[in-house]
């Protein structure tokens, strides 16, 4: 079985659900993260215990209602036996919003990040990525 290679990184183009969300939004938001992540992974991969960081970026649409750290938990729990065996490996989180309007500079972005610069709001951008990979940030 092969090891997971990272970086690991997808785009969703949707709203993030808050950790305050309703059960059975926040169950359907894991599923469909979840999902997004197994998309770009191969079928059979082996989780190791290596530290991992995660980056999310969201591209909300408007100013963004709700504080930024609460989309950040239902995230790392929908990609807990999916990119990584436990959401106590993640030793670096990296969440920050882009309000219309924003500034920001990406002077080597990847092609996932490429495609949610491009892409229409609302975009949620995730890498994870393992302690030799992580020092190249997105």
């Keep these: 079985m092969p090891e997971l290679t990272f970086p690991i990184e997808f785009v969703m183009n949707a709203t993030p659900r808050s950790s305050q969300a309703s059960a059975s939004s926040l169950q359907r938001w894991r599923t469909a993260v979840a999902e997004a992540a197994k998309?770009?992974?191969p079928d059979w991969?082996?989780?190791d215990d290596r530290a991992i960081a995660v980056t999310v970026?969201?591209?909300?649409?408007?100013?963004m209602q709700g504080d930024i750290d609460n989309i950040v938990k239902p995230i790392l729990d929908s990609l807990r036996a999916v990119a990584y065996p436990d959401d106590?490996?993640?030793?670096?989180?990296?969440?920050?919003?882009?309000e219309p309007g924003t500034l920001a500079a990406?002077?080597?972005p990847s092609p996932a990040?490429?495609?949610?610069l491009e892409a229409?709001?609302?975009?949620l951008y995730?890498?994870?990525?393992d302690g030799i990979s992580r020092g190249d940030l997105p």
Excluded: E, G, S, T
């Design 39 to 41: 998309a770009v992974l």
């Design 45 to 47: 991969v082996w989780l």
């Design 57 to 63: 970026f969201y591209f909300p649409p408007a100013a």
């Design 88 to 98: 106590r490996m993640v030793d670096r989180i990296w969440a920050q919003k882009f």
């Design 106 to 108: 990406f002077p080597n």
């Design 113 to 116: 990040l490429a495609a949610a």
């Design 120 to 123: 229409p709001a609302p975009v």
């Design 126 to 129: 995730i890498r994870i990525d």
